[in-house]
Nanobody, 118 residues
Framework: QVQLVDSGGGLVQAGGSLRLSCAAS????????MAWFRQAPGKEREFVARITGGFSAFYADSVKGRFTISRDNAKNTVYLQMNSLKPDDTAVYYC????????????WGQGTQVTVSS
């Protein structure tokens, strides 16, 4: 079992930055694929970025070049550094985890609100 706790959201002006954190429990954190998703009001949840245990990262086109996902396996934590924020980035951001052999994001954080004002 993996438990995820998201934090770091807040209110920021357009063009600003925020760093989200996701603290994970469990002894096998380093083997999990970790990701960030987001859900804006009235919209479906969408993929933002993911990082493998081998630190390979992949991003949605909408955030490429502005967001950076990283992980610290010693701290069981994954981060999302968000720069050049836009009002369209306003959403609840969720951390998620899956085992490498599955496509199912089996574990989810509780979400953290990011609001970008224009």
């Amino acid at each position: 079992q993996v438990q995820l706790v998201d934090s770091g959201g807040g209110l920021v002006q357009a063009g600003g930055s925020l760093r989200l954190s996701c603290a994970a429990s469990g002894r096998t954190f380093s083997s999990y694929v970790m990701a960030w998703f987001r859900q804006a009001p009235g919209k479906e949840r969408e993929f933002v970025a993911r990082i493998t245990g081998g630190f390979s990262a992949f991003y949605a086109d909408s955030v490429k070049g502005r967001f950076t996902i990283s992980r610290d396996n010693a701290k069981n934590t994954v981060y999302l550094q968000m720069n050049s924020l836009k009002p369209d980035d306003t959403a609840v951001y969720y951390c998620a985890a899956r085992v490498p052999t599955s496509v199912d994001w089996a574990y989810w954080g509780q979400g953290t609100q990011v609001t970008v004002s224009s």
